[in-house]
């Protein structure tokens, strides 16, 4: 069984800095796709950045520039790096994975991704 498990959520203003971190297990596999994913209340989720077995980013708009994806595969962890945090990131953020390296298109689709964290909250003051 395949868990994924984030923390590293908080408070902080904007301006500041978080780093999310999700830790996998239950799986082994040649090629992958994690992605990171966010819902702000009363709004769809949406994909915010993905990172795949051969240390390809993908990164939505509202978040190029500021956050940075990376992985430790010794440790089977993935991490978000969000830098300059706007008020308008808050949200829960949920990590995903999915054993297939994923065309372009569907990278930030939450519908082409089978497992998924609980997720960790993200507050951002202004």
């Known amino acids: 069984q395949v868990q994924l498990a984030e923390s590293g959520g908080g408070s902080v203003n904007s301006g500041g800095s978080l780093r999310l971190s999700c830790t996998g297990s239950?799986?082994?596999?040649?090629?992958?796709?994690m992605g990171w994913f966010r819902q702000a209340p009363g709004k769809e989720r949406e994909g915010v950045a993905t990172?795949?077995?051969?240390?390809?980013?993908t990164y939505a708009d509202s978040v190029k520039g500021r956050f940075t994806t990376s992985q430790d595969n010794a440790r089977n962890t993935f991490y978000l790096q969000m830098n300059s945090l706007k008020p308008e990131d808050t949200a829960m953020y949920f990590c995903?994975?999915?054993?297939?390296?994923?065309?372009?298109?569907?990278?930030?689709?939450?519908?082409?991704?089978?497992?998924w964290g609980q997720g960790t909250q993200v507050t951002v003051s202004s």
């Open positions: 995903a994975a999915v054993e297939a390296a994923l065309v372009p298109s569907e990278r930030l689709q939450d519908r082409s991704y089978k497992y």
């Open positions: 990172i795949n077995t051969y240390d390809i980013s």
């Open positions: 239950g799986y082994t596999y040649s090629a992958f796709t």
